[in-house]
C-alpha cells in the first residue's frame, strides 16, 4: 500500500526552480561575490531588501530579511514581549506560533475563526478583558484553515488597533498564491504603521533557501535587527544574493504562473473529493494556499484517527496542535501541494473509511446521536 | 588619508572561493537538488554532516549544522543554562560570547588567561567557590588574544571536568589556522564525553555561507537540535549542499594551503611592525588566527584611544568588550588577515604614535610614573 501523507505543509519538489538557481548563482557571484561571501548588515542582503522593498512600496529600513519567517517571528517575540503580556491569535492557528508565544511566558487569548476570518464581535469582547500587546494574524489562506480574512475584517482590525494600540503581525507566506477569486488587500497596505507583515520565499522558491522577510515600520526592523545581529551576527548572505539575482531576473511572476498551475488542480481535486467522501466536514472552500481544513465532529478521538489511518497508509498531523485550547472536535488540516491529484483523491477516499468507521465506533460506544456538538464558529 | 580598519576580525575577501563556489552550486543542485532545497533535518544537511563526522571522527549523531556558530552556542545556552547558573570563562574572551551569556543572565566568572591559556590555579580556586554548568574556552588562537593554550593546560581542564562534572565548550573556528609551530589536540579529541565542540566555515571557505557546527555527545546534539528546530525548522541547506559538495571536492585542504600563504606573512608583518612601534606590548606572539593583542597600559582611557585614532585614520575595535569586568588597563585586539602587511605596517606605527602621544599625556596629566600596574596574567 502506497503510504499517502497528510501531516507537513511543504512545497512539491518538483515545483522547485533548480535550473534557474543554478544559473543565478553563476550571476550573483559574477556581480558581487565579495559581499555575497562576506559578513554584511544584520537586516540581510542590501540588494534583495531593496527587491522587497520595492514590491512592497516601502523604503529599505522597512525591510529585514532572515532564515524564514519563523525565527523572525521569534526575534519579533524577543523584542516586543515579557512574560505575562498578552497576545492574540485565531483559533486555531499555526502550531509553530503557538510554541514560540509559550516559550516567551505571555498568555494567549484564541480567537475563533470561521470563513471569512476572525469573529470581530468575540475579539471586541476579549478587548473589554485585556489589551494585548500583539495580534497575530494568518489573513490569507490561514494556516491551518485555508480561509481568507474577508476585507471588512481586516478594516475592522486596522479600526481595533488604532483605537487599543496594539501592534498586528501579519503572517503572509501564502499572500501570491490566489488560485481563484479576487485578491483582498493586506493588513500592512491599509495601516503600515502598526503592521509587521512576514513572508519567506519558502513556498515561493523553496524552503532550502530559508529566506524570509519582515517588512514593518522602520523602528521595530530596527530592533529586530539589533536582536537578529546578536543571535547570527549576519544572515546567509550567499543565499540571499542568490534569491536577490533570481528576482531581478524576473523569475518570481514566471514561478508564482508555474505554482498557481501546479496547485489549482491539486486543491480543486481536494475539495471535490471532501465533498465525495466527507460530505459537509470542510472547514471553508479556500482560493489558494498550501491547506484545507476538516472538522469531523466530536466523536472521534485525535489517538485513534491517527492510528486507523496509519493502518491504511495514511500519515495526519495533530489537530490540536493549531488550537491554544481543547477546541472540543476533532480538527484535521489537510495540506495539498506536496501531492498529485491522484494521491489526494486516494488519501481522502482512505481517510472517508477510516472517519465513517470511527464515527460508528464512537456511535456505539457512547450511545450519542452522530450530531456534533460544539465547533468553532462565530 | 586611508583609512585602517582594526576593528573587526573578517577574512579578506580576496581568500572567498568563489569560483569553486559556482562550480559545485552547479554539482551540488545537479545531484540533490530535491533534499537541498526542501525543509529537513533541523541538525542539517545529511550530506555535509556526514563529512564533518569523518572529519572529527565521530558519529553523524554527533554533529549539528547550523547559521553559524555564535547561534550554535545560543542554542547551547537555551538548552543548558537557567538564570543564575555560572558559567566560567576565559578573561579577556570573545565579546559576543559575554553578551550571549549575558542575555541568559548566567554569573559569568572570567579567568585570566597568558601565553599558555587559562590560569590553571585561579581557576582550581573559582572551582572552590562556584561549580560552572559549562566552561567556554577558545584553546586554539584564542579571540582576542591569538593565544594558544597549552597541552598541560587542556589536560588540566580535562581532569577537571570530570572531577566536577561540568561541560567544556571548545570554541574552535581558527584551529585549522596554524601558520606556524606544532598543532595541540583539541580538548574534544582528550575527553569527547564532555566537550562541545563549536566550529565553523568561516574563516575557512567564506562568513556568507553562514554554515557553523557542532560536534558533541549525541544527547548534546539531541537536545541542541530541539532548539534549532524551535527557531528555524530546518537550516539553510542551499548553503549547506554547496559547502557539502565543495568539501567532497577536496577543496578544503587547498584552501586551507591557500589561506595560511595569504595570512602567515599577515602576521609575521604585524608582530615585527608591534615589536618596532609599540615594544613590549605584544600579549603573546601567536602561530595562528586572526588576532594578535596588546597591552597598552593604565594611562590610556579607550574612548581616547579611539577618537585619537580615528584622527589619524585608524579603527579600534572596544578593547573593554572583550572582559567580563573591568580590566584595569587598556587592552586592544588587532585583526591582522583582511589587511595587506603594507596596510598593517602603517597601521600599527600610526597606532604606536597615537599610544606615545596619549601615554605623554596621562603622564603628564595624572603625573604618575609611566609603568604598568596590574595587568591580565596568572
Same mark, same amino acid.
Given at each position: /500500500?502506497?503510504?499517502?501523507?497528510?501531516?507537513?505543509?511543504?512545497?512539491?519538489?518538483?515545483?522547485?526552480?533548480?535550473?534557474?538557481?543554478r544559473? /543565478?548563482t553563476?550571476?550573483?557571484?559574477?556581480? &558581487?561575490?565579495?559581499r555575497?561571501?562576506?559578513?554584511?548588515?544584520?537586516? !540581510?542582503?542590501?540588494p534583495?531588501?531593496?527587491?522587497?522593498?520595492?514590491w512592497?512600496?516601502?523604503?529599505?529600513?522597512n525591510?529585514?530579511? !532572515?532564515?524564514?519567517?519563523l525565527?523572525?517571528?521569534?526575534? *519579533?517575540?524577543?523584542?516586543?514581549?515579557?512574560?505575562?503580556?498578552?497576545?492574540?491569535?485565531?483559533?486555531?492557528?499555526?502550531?509553530?506560533?503557538?510554541?514560540?508565544?509559550?516559550?516567551? #511566558?505571555?498568555?494567549?487569548?484564541?480567537?475563533?475563526?470561521?470563513?471569512?476570518?476572525?469573529?470581530?464581535d $468575540?475579539?471586541?469582547?476579549?478587548?473589554?478583558?485585556? $489589551?494585548?500587546?500583539?495580534?497575530?494574524?494568518?489573513? &490569507?489562506?490561514?494556516?491551518p484553515?485555508?480561509a481568507? /480574512?474577508?476585507?471588512?475584517?481586516?478594516?475592522?482590525?486596522?479600526?481595533?488597533?488604532?483605537?487599543h494600540?496594539?501592534?498586528?503581525?501579519?503572517?503572509?507566506?501564502?499572500?501570491c498564491?490566489?488560485?481563484? #477569486?479576487?485578491?483582498?488587500?493586506s493588513i500592512r497596505? /491599509?495601516?503600515?504603521?502598526?503592521?509587521?507583515?512576514?513572508?519567506?520565499?519558502?513556498?515561493?522558491?523553496?524552503?532550502? $533557501?530559508?529566506?524570509?522577510?519582515?517588512?514593518?515600520?522602520?523602528?521595530?526592523?530596527k530592533?529586530?535587527?539589533?536582536?537578529?545581529?546578536r543571535?547570527? *551576527?549576519?544572515?546567509?548572505?550567499?543565499?540571499?544574493?542568490?534569491?536577490?539575482a533570481?528576482?531581478a531576473?524576473?523569475?518570481?511572476?514566471?514561478?508564482?504562473?508555474?505554482?498557481?498551475?501546479?496547485?489549482?488542480?491539486?486543491?480543486d481535486?481536494?475539495?471535490?473529493?471532501?465533498?465525495d =467522501?466527507?460530505?459537509?466536514?470542510?472547514?471553508?472552500?479556500?482560493?489558494g494556499?498550501?491547506?484545507? +481544513?476538516?472538522?469531523?465532529?466530536?466523536?472521534?478521538?485525535?489517538? =485513534?484517527?491517527?492510528?486507523?489511518a496509519? !493502518?491504511?497508509?495514511?500519515?495526519l498531523?495533530?489537530? =490540536? +496542535?493549531?488550537f491554544?485550547?481543547?477546541?472540543?472536535?476533532q480538527?484535521?488540516?489537510?495540506?495539498?501541494?506536496?501531492?498529485?491529484?491522484?494521491?489526494?483523491?486516494?488519501? *481522502?477516499?482512505?481517510l472517508?473509511?477510516?472517519?465513517?468507521?470511527?464515527?460508528?465506533? !464512537?456511535?456505539?460506544g457512547?450511545?450519542?446521536?452522530?450530531?456534533d456538538?460544539?465547533? +468553532?464558529s462565530?
Amino acid at each position: /500500500m502506497r503510504i499517502i501523507d497528510f501531516s507537513r505543509g511543504v512545497p512539491d519538489p518538483r515545483s522547485f526552480p533548480s535550473d534557474s538557481l543554478r544559473s /543565478m548563482t553563476a550571476t550573483a557571484l559574477a556581480r &558581487d561575490a565579495a559581499r555575497m561571501l562576506q559578513y554584511g548588515s544584520p537586516a !540581510g542582503y542590501p540588494p534583495l531588501r531593496e527587491y522587497i522593498a520595492s514590491w512592497f512600496n516601502c523604503a529599505i529600513a522597512n525591510v529585514l530579511i !532572515g532564515h524564514g519567517s519563523l525565527e523572525i517571528f521569534k526575534f *519579533i517575540c524577543d523584542a516586543y514581549l515579557e512574560p505575562g503580556d498578552v497576545v492574540f491569535v485565531e483559533r486555531p492557528t499555526y502550531d509553530r506560533a503557538i510554541t514560540t508565544l509559550r516559550q516567551h #511566558g505571555v498568555e494567549i487569548v484564541g480567537i475563533d475563526i470561521d470563513e471569512h476570518g476572525i469573529c470581530v464581535d $468575540v475579539f471586541e469582547h476579549e478587548l473589554h478583558r485585556h $489589551v494585548p500587546k500583539l495580534v497575530y494574524l494568518i489573513p &490569507d489562506f490561514h494556516n491551518p484553515t485555508g480561509a481568507c /480574512m474577508s476585507l471588512d475584517v481586516r478594516r475592522a482590525m486596522v479600526r481595533l488597533a488604532r483605537e487599543h494600540q496594539f501592534l498586528i503581525v501579519e503572517d503572509g507566506p501564502y499572500c501570491c498564491l490566489r488560485y481563484t #477569486g479576487i485578491p483582498i488587500p493586506s493588513i500592512r497596505s /491599509m495601516a503600515p504603521e502598526l503592521t509587521l507583515h512576514l513572508s519567506s520565499f519558502t513556498k515561493l522558491i523553496s524552503p532550502g $533557501v530559508r529566506t524570509g522577510f519582515l517588512v514593518a515600520p522602520d523602528e521595530v526592523v530596527k530592533r529586530v535587527t539589533s536582536v537578529a545581529e546578536r543571535n547570527y *551576527i549576519a544572515p546567509c548572505f550567499f543565499a540571499q544574493g542568490v534569491v536577490a539575482a533570481w528576482c531581478a531576473d524576473g523569475q518570481l511572476p514566471l514561478q508564482l504562473d508555474r505554482l498557481r498551475q501546479l496547485y489549482r488542480p491539486r486543491l480543486d481535486a481536494c475539495v471535490q473529493a471532501i465533498d465525495d =467522501s466527507l460530505p459537509g466536514r470542510l472547514f471553508t472552500h479556500p482560493e489558494g494556499g498550501f491547506f484545507v +481544513a476538516l472538522r469531523l465532529g466530536n466523536l472521534i478521538e485525535e489517538k =485513534s484517527l491517527q492510528v486507523a489511518a496509519r !493502518g491504511v497508509g495514511l500519515i495526519l498531523s495533530s489537530g =490540536s +496542535a493549531f488550537f491554544d485550547i481543547d477546541p472540543g472536535y476533532q480538527f484535521l488540516r489537510v495540506p495539498f501541494c506536496a501531492l498529485p491529484p491522484g494521491d489526494i483523491i486516494e488519501g *481522502i477516499r482512505r481517510l472517508g473509511n477510516v472517519v465513517d468507521h470511527l464515527n460508528e465506533v !464512537g456511535l456505539r460506544g457512547k450511545t450519542l446521536p452522530l450530531t456534533d456538538t460544539k465547533e +468553532a464558529s462565530c
